[in-house]
């Protein structure tokens, strides 16, 4: 296992501090995966139960890094639900089947990452970690940063962090700084915390973030028994998970394990769409000042931007951008379908919804979405878009509170309604 830039292709020892290459861009890990892999091997592990087969991320363990297993932070991630329904494929004129990552430990897909980038702390000898957060990876890091004994250090932007996800942090005993600025800055302000003390840096730029993420896809196409589908659709902040999909998919092959690759499709909010722009245009990412009620891709500036232009370019990939409105309607239709996921995750839905109509997924395709995020995270937001209080998205599908005195004529009255 060795890390290697994705620039200027120079590398170095795997198990160390260290998040960029000496040219400033990001890194990859490279591993040495054993010959004798095979997808047996993993479906054997779903029968066992000790707790590293148990997790979706550790049962795939020699594609994500052989740590020592002694120093492993599991909470038995992953093993999240796959969903379909008549609603969702109606509403976007496809067979879609969501993997629901809200159904990690904290709630988020960042759990599978955070597993992976707590253990290799602890294998490095660390005592503190931070991050920069919209608000999941600030919970996740809280929770496993607990539960392995270190200490948390969450920055997070003043004001624009779903209160789920606040409450998580607070809760689990993250030392939460709130920063007058947005996540950009927040982002480059904890990178330069972690250069000048003793604290590692688990955002997404850390490369064993990704590698446990990589494991969505693995999980996603072990739930399919390894049939491959022909999309996989998810939303793109800080594009950490997309360039993970990716080279989880690249790798398995890379090593035989499948024999074609699903094409991705990452979706961005309008107001957050530095990727859209970057792969239309063919040009680098130029940042852009985020806005938008998905707030956990509220991010202008990725900082995994190469990796997951390079991941587009290997998986024939595609980038869109859907509106709030889309978002929260699409929302609404997760959520009415029993399903339920936060803002940022039904993007998946919207992106899916308009790329079948521009033709770019055949309604007869075989699509499956990833939906990041719980429902309860941001419960503001849906209570906001049911009573029609979100200026500027006029809500398409509202289910408002019903307000009634405490008499039963007029409770009937509204039963009968309903009925
Ligand atoms: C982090 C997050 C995203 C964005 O993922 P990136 O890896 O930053 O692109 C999307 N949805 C939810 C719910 C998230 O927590
Ligand atoms: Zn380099």
Sequence with gaps: MRLRCVVCAATYAALQVRYRCDCGATLDVVHDFPSDLSLAGFDARLASKAPLDRSGVWRFRELVAPLDEGVVATRREGNTGFYSSDRITKYVGASLRLKHEGENPTGSFKDRGMTVAVSVARQLGMTHVACASTGNTSASM??????????????????????????QALAYGARTISISGDF??????????????????????????????????????????????????????????????????????????????PRLAVVQAAGANPLYTAWRTGADLVPVRAETRATAIRIGDPVSWRKCLRGLRETNGVVTEVNDQAILDAKAQVDAAGIGAEPASCATVAGVKRLVAEGVIPADADVCGVLTGHVLKDPKVVVDYHTDQLEGVTPSYPNPLVEVPADLDAVLRVVDNQA
């Design 184 to 261: 950009d800055e927040a982002m480059r302000l904890v990178e330069q915390v972690c250069a000048k003390r003793d604290v590692y840096l688990v955002n997404s730029i850390n490369p064993f973030r990704v590698e446990g993420q990589k494991a969505i896809a693995f999980e996603l196409l072990q739930d399919l028994d390894w049939h491959v589908p022909d999309w996989i659709a998810l939303p793109g902040g800080n594009l950490g998970n997309s360039s993970a999909i990716a080279k989880g998919l690249s790798e398995l092959k890379t090593l035989g394990l499948i024999d074609r690759l």
């Design 142 to 167: 809280a929770a496993y940063a607990a539960a392995a004994g270190m200490r948390a250090l969450v920055f997070v932007p003043a004001g624009n962090v779903a209160l789920g996800k606040l409450g």
